[in-house]
């Protein structure tokens, strides 16, 4: 089985704080991506990586940036965090491969920035 | 410009009754789609892509190129169906990104 495991499940930030967000997963999977969940706007890719070391931005890159250091783990980093940015965030895994694209997330992490 | 469209934010059927959640794209190549399903307190998991064209929980989709659409039908629902229900398209020239519709919310009344 896939596991796909988030640092923190829940988060309370001050504005301005940095915030640092870890996913790890165990089976060897190239591409991981992190994305927001909003009610009502579905899943929103922040960034993706498809490698070590590179990252590709998402749809909503602003206000943030990624590490990839090491094929399991891709952090996200919250540089100076603000309230816009309190929601639900999940983190994701897949091979770079045809046939195999399926997505595995992680449980999330509700960030709530006061 | 690529998009998925799920048009009713929220969707409510008794238990036994037909369930269809509308999934439409906007495309121009050869699309791959998928739904994924997120019930209370799980995370989001893959429920089926419309290359496998197989019945999962008793849930199928077929996709309609000329309709672009991809909707999502169960013949007699269930209490455990009741979940937020998410379309998703990859494009041939995507890396493997997913374009994501906003979700629907199924509730299944007893």
């Known amino acids: 089985d896939v596991k796909v495991t988030q640092s923190s499940r829940y988060l309370v930030k001050r504005t301005g704080e940095k915030v640092f967000l870890e996913c790890v997963q165990d089976?060897?999977?190239?591409?991981m991506f992190w994305y927001r969940q909003d009610p009502g706007l579905g899943l929103r890719l922040i960034y993706f990586?498809?490698?070590?070391?590179?990252?590709e931005k998402g749809d909503i890159p602003e206000g943030y940036s990624v590490s990839r250091e090491k094929k399991e783990r891709f952090s996200l980093i919250l540089e100076s965090a603000s309230t816009n940015q309190t929601s639900m965030y999940l983190c994701?895994?897949?091979?770079?491969?045809?046939?195999?694209?399926?997505?595995?997330f992680g449980p999330g992490t509700r960030l709530l920035v006061l | 410009a690529q998009r998925v469209t799920q048009p009713e934010k929220l969707l409510s059927v008794f238990k036994g009754a037909p369930v269809e959640l509308k999934c439409n794209y906007s495309?121009?190549?050869?699309?791959?789609l998928f739904w994924y399903v997120q019930y209370s307190r799980q995370r989001l998991q893959l429920l089926l892509r419309?290359?496998?064209?197989?019945s999962i929980k008793g849930f199928t989709a077929d996709l309609n190129k000329g309709e672009t659409s991809f909707h999502l039908k169960k013949p007699f629902a269930q209490e455990e169906d009741s979940a937020m229900y998410y379309c998703?398209?990859?494009?041939?020239?995507?890396?493997?990104?997913?374009?994501w519709g906003a979700g629907t919310k199924l509730i299944i009344k007893p």
């Open positions: 089976m060897d999977h190239e591409n």
């Open positions: 998703a398209l990859m494009a041939s020239d995507s890396n493997y990104q997913l374009i």
């Open positions: 419309h290359i496998s064209r197989e």
């Open positions: 994701a895994s897949s091979l770079w491969a045809s046939g195999q694209e399926t997505q595995y």
């Open positions: 495309y121009s190549g050869s699309p791959e």
């Open positions: 990586s498809y490698d070590v070391k590179m990252k």
